[in-house]
């Protein structure tokens, strides 16, 4: 059987193996094997996959040394023992295995670098169990979307587990990656793709919109995009108040896939933990994916899974039509096996992890369901740890992780710091307007025991101890600066000398009462 029986690629006159094996010995070796590998490219639209120069003179040497290093590769290839053809099975892939082997070990040596475009096989399979692929029955008109299809793993890990079969579609922007896609489909004789080249959020294909059943990806996480070139008239992002931040594509991805899924579809997305609760445009798009009801489960993998980051990672399923108003939190950091230097999904990992979510249900220090209520109380914050409480000893975290849980709590502390500032505004405006008349002086012994400087909204039920305390005061909301700590005391309003001391009191100064079983201190 020819390679052109056993895969769907088209192989031009003069390019089969035999007419490479004719060219060993000859002087021009190497310009004449480049030329054929450019044809086999563009026959099969694989531009930028056969980067080789079999004509570099520096890697390869000159002349004889040349001609001689590319015989023996060609006759290499001519082992009998490397004729995969009699060695193909029913469910046997050698070739296409064979050559995600090498993409993997290609992720793994590669690291931050290249290992975007590869999703660990295991987390692949999770994701296309937990949207329930085997029971898609509807063979090629199924239809399965990755957005950001990279090397293509998820859509053959989708095909896979599809029982009769599927047409996939995928869009890339890098060419090199989408080559390589491509290949990966072809090695595996996968025959119903549509692979385009192209980025997914500046030049959507128009034509996907509301077409896909089944919708999984893994896109890059905290990447730019300009917000500014998405015209009024795209409909990927009607209904928001918002769009995503231009230094965070990450919700843009996910608005995307909803965009594109069918009336019936369902999606399972890698997302990075920190866009469950980081503020300002994100918060806002969390509003709106809750009370749209379009978020069913959220699962937290274990650290240190994928190629190129150390982070934990969690798997996003949406669900255009659910069969409740309610989201699943799922925490998995505990299953993995460790194998090496990096973490992986054992079959009984993956299967425990899809018993909880087939459960739907809460299980204490593994699984909460949360109902949108409690969601909306908790300030649409998605973060599983807000949710799934759990009393083993905490995994060490990465650099990343703790610059995204800082950037996160920077952006909730200034939503506070603008919020106080607005309040204090309206409290100053009305107290100074409430004062232009009817002034009352009252001696503060009349209204309190003792007095602190400062506010203190943490610490108060300790007061009737001295400091240090954390305290925050009108001044420090005003400039929208915060004082961490500060040693107060308390004074007596009685003490006169040194209740003096305190002559920066004006009309309009706001007193907060705090009181205790045996003291009121303002």
Known sequence: MGIEEAFDIEIPDGCYFEDFVALKGRDNIGEEMNKKMAALAEANQLDGVFVADFDDDTKLGKGKDKRDTLSNLIAVFQNEDLDFSKNRAADDDLIGDAYEYLMKNFATESGKSKGQFYTPAEVSRVMAKVIGLNR???????????????????????????????????????????????????????????????????????????????????????????????????KRFNGLSTLPPNDKADYAFILHSLYTLNENGVAAIVVSPGILNRGHEEKLIREYLVKKNLIDTIILLPNNLFYGTSINVCIMTLRKKKEDNNILFVDATSEYIKNNKRNELSNNNINNILTLVKERKTFNGKSYLASANEIINNSYNLAITSYVKTSR????????????????????????????????????????????????????????????????????????????????????????????????????????????GYSHFEVGDVLFSLSGNEIKTA
Request: with cysteine; net charge neutral; proline share 5%.
């Open 136 to 234: 898609a029955k509807n063979g090629k008109r199924t239809t399965i979307y990755d957005p950001t299809c990279g090397s293509g793993s998820l859509l053959l890990r989708a095909m896979c587990e599809t029982p009769e079969g599927a047409t996939v579609y995928g869009q890339e922007k890098d060419n090199a990656t989408v080559g390589l896609a491509k290949m990966n489909m072809i090695l595996h004789n996968v025959k119903d793709y549509n692979l385009t080249l192209g980025d997914t959020l500046a030049k959507p294909i128009s034509i996907y919109e509301n077409k896909f059943d089944i919708i999984l990806s893994n896109p890059p996480f905290r990447t730019k995009w300009d917000s500014s070139s998405i015209s009024n008239e795209d």
């Open 393 to 500: 000893a905490l995994p060490l975290v990465s650099s990343e992780e703790i610059s995204e849980s800082l950037e996160s709590i920077t952006a909730q502390k200034q939503e506070l710091l603008n919020e106080l500032n607005n309040h204090t505004k309206n409290i100053d405006f009305f107290i100074k307007n409430s004062l232009k008349s009817n002034n009352k002086v009252i001696p503060l012994n009349n209204i309190a025991y003792s007095i602190r400087t400062g506010l203190n909204p943490r610490d108060y039920f300790n007061l009737i101890d001295d400091g240090p305390y954390y305290y925050i005061t009108p001044k420090e909301i005003m400039d929208q600066t915060i004082v961490t700590t500060f040693q107060t005391k308390k004074v007596d309003v009685n003490a006169k000398k040194r209740i003096n």
